[in-house]
């Protein structure tokens, strides 16, 4: 058996202090089979003097020695930065009370007598040293305990319920401000810190906990000695006894003031962000409602230039500018409606339409515009869609006119098809569908196809006019409405785009109105 | 004094002697050839100091002298090293020639026996 440490290298030294040199011999003899690192000193001063450098574990010190004695010796031993914990063992052949108490008032850590023993001196020395290890990693891992609560700001008490006295680790002082004198301290002192506003609160759950057996965890608030204000997480356990009766409670304190800070620091940013944005969104409603105004009179006057007669050079001038008047006035209404929809000002109201009739109007919008890159424009509607459903006809226009635009604009040749029928998943709901042979969209463009400013790709946007604000505008539309959007679409084949919107269906000839 | 020396038991008492013995047998001799040269000069010491009187000195000797006596199982001459060191502490050195003297022959008996102790480890 050796009593290195475990798990490390280190020797164990002990440092033998005696004049003697046949007790010095026997004592190396006695302990040389624990494999210990073996100082000798043969007086007092030659301890003391070479102290540091040996370094020991544990110290056997004579009693009687020539010069200063074992007493003289321990109490400047003791005074040596590496002298206070370490374990002294006083040799001596004085087996009488008086020499044996006056030892260990001067800090002996045991006591053992001449003749020695050598096998009692042997597992005395062991225990000591595993004693004396012992408690230094106890001394160690209370220093880093109370260093973790330090930093957690983390503090713990006891209490018995019956009297005033709370048993506290040391970080409760600094927590609540308090001088520390002692773990003890008076449960009615802590009480009194507790801001006067939570103070009904944590009474009645120390009350509660201490009689009902409740276990408590709040967050309330104290006040410093200084006056200062901090937050703290107040937790409590009960111990209970066979009968359940309240035997004693645990609680731990933490101090969650920046916590608590940092928190109201971020609503109040989100706050000021959402305020922000919706200012943004105000300043673009009112500067778009601004320009509109100057474009109305811009679009009109040109309508009005429109009906004068004109040489064919002029009238070419005038078809371009008010084509882009009309391309800028569209630009401003999709801005305007974007920015409204953000602020959420879109009322929902229902009016009965119906949905060919609906289909047809956004056909003859749009003949021109698919004529022109020969196009063919066409609409269908299932037998079992009703011929009057209720909506909001002006938002589903909006959506399903934003939906064509763009199919047409994105489609070099083919066909671009509507249709109207009965959504394959719920059958009380409308399904429009806008299919085109355009190139597609890829699938992992799809998942953003309505975020705004969104194009499917740069070259898009330059072969393509518009800001990319149509699907965005759809989108937020469609959401405000409870209304459903989506796209299937691959690359070279086409996209459909759908809007499923809930209706109230009027069925043709009957005035009864029927909730599908 | 021959009568006393006659009713004395063995010098050394074997379970001191058995207790190093316990340890490993070459320390026995080790410590035994320390205590025979260390000895003689311990008891010249002593006749020094009780020849100019100087008790206290008498009793650092004694104590010391009667530490390795006891370890080497030496209980009557410990003792008597015992009494001087209790002499000398008393501050007086009044009787300790006559007990030196006794000490001086105890040795002789313990020296003895302690050689003897050191043939049979050889």
């Not at chain 1, 009904?200 to 204000?229: N, T, W, Y």
């Not at chain 1, 359940?244 to 645990?250: A, L, S």
């Not at chain 1, 469609?478 to 209706?503: Q, R």
């Not at chain 2, 205590?35 to 009793?59: C, F, G, H, R, T």
Request: glycine letters at 6%; proline letters at 3%; hydrophobic letters at 40%.
């Amino acid at each position: 058996v050796t009593d290195a440490v475990p798990g490390s290298n280190e020797t164990t030294t002990i440092l033998i202090v005696d004049d003697d040199e046949s007790q010095r011999v026997l004592m190396r003899e006695a302990l040389a089979a624990a494999q210990y690192q073996i100082e000798e000193a043969t007086s007092g001063e030659d301890a003391l003097q070479n102290f540091a450098k040996m370094a020991p574990d544990l110290v056997l010190l004579d009693v009687d020695m020539p010069g200063i004695d074992g007493y003289q010796t321990l109490e400047n031993l003791r005074r040596l930065p590496l002298g206070s914990q370490i374990p002294v063992v006083m040799v001596t052949g004085l087996d009488d009370g008086n020499s044996i108490d006056k030892a260990y008032q001067i800090g002996a850590t045991d006591f053992i007598t001449k003749p020695l023993n050598w096998t009692i001196l042997r597992y005395r020395v062991r225990y000591l040293l595993r004693a004396s290890r012992a408690f230094l990693q106890l001394q160690k891992s209370q220093v880093r305990l109370a260093a973790a609560q330090r930093l957690a700001r983390l503090g713990y008490w006891e209490w018995t319920p019956g009297n005033d006295i709370l048993d506290c680790s040391s970080e409760i002082y600094h927590i609540f401000g308090f001088e520390k004198s002692n773990r003890y301290q008076s449960f009615e002192k802590l009480r009194a810190a507790i801001h006067p506003g939570d103070y009904k609160m944590v009474k009645q759950a120390i009350e509660d906990a201490a009689q009902g057996g409740s276990s408590f965890a709040m967050d309330h608030r104290i006040i410093l000695p200084s006056g200062e204000e901090r937050v703290v997480h107040h937790q409590a356990a009960v111990t209970l006894d066979m009968q359940g009766h309240t035997i004693d409670i645990t609680g731990a304190v933490q101090d969650i003031t920046e916590r608590k800070q940092t928190e109201a620091e971020l609503r109040r940013a989100k706050e000021e962000i959402e305020l922000a944005n919706r200012l943004k969104t105000e300043f673009i409603n009112n500067i778009s409602h601004e320009v509109r105004t100057p474009m109305n009179g811009v679009l009109g006057m040109l309508s009005l230039l429109r009906e004068t007669r004109l040489d064919k050079e002029q009238q070419e001038y005038l078809d371009t500018a008010y084509d882009s008047a009309d391309v800028l006035m569209l630009l401003l209404n999709n801005l305007l409606d974007f920015s409204q929809l953000d602020t959420g000002k879109v009322i929902a109201e229902g009016s009965e339409f119906s949905p060919p009739l609906l289909l047809q109007e956004l056909i003859n919008d749009h003949l021109n515009a698919a004529d022109s890159k020969t196009i063919r424009l066409d609409y269908s509607v299932a037998s079992d869609v009703p011929q009057e459903v209720t909506g909001n006809l002006t938002q589903i226009r909006k959506i399903l006119a934003i939906l064509v635009d763009n199919a047409i604009k994105f489609t070099e040749q083919g066909a671009v098809l509507l249709c109207a029928k009965r959504s394959p998943s719920r059958s009380e709901t409308i399904r429009f569908e806008i299919s085109d042979t355009g190139k597609g969209i890829s699938a992992d463009a799809i998942p953003h196809i309505f975020e705004p400013f969104v194009q499917v790709d740069g070259s898009s946007t330059r072969q393509h006019g518009g800001m990319g604000m149509g699907l965005a505008i759809c989108k937020q539309v469609a959401d405000n409405m409870g209304y459903g959007i989506g796209v299937e679409s691959a690359l070279d084949e086409g996209s459909t785009f759908w809007l499923e919107i809930p209706c109230t269906v009027f069925s043709a000839g009957a005035n009864n109105a029927t909730v599908m | 004094m021959a009568d006393e020396e006659e009713n004395q038991g063995p010098p050394l008492d074997q379970s001191a002697l058995d207790n190093i013995r316990a340890l490993t047998s070459s320390v026995l001799a080790r410590v035994i050839n320390i205590y025979l040269k260390d000895s003689p000069d311990q008891l010249s010491a002593l006749q020094d100091a009780i020849q100019v009187a100087d008790a206290e000195n008498m009793a650092k000797i004694a104590h010391r002298f009667k530490s390795g006596s006891a370890n080497l199982g030496a209980s009557k001459l410990a003792d008597m090293c015992r009494t001087m060191e209790s002499m000398g502490r008393e501050n007086t050195t009044h009787g300790a020639e006559a007990l030196l003297e006794q000490m001086n022959a105890e040795y002789k008996r313990v020296e003895a026996a302690l050689k003897q102790e050191l043939e049979q480890v050889a």
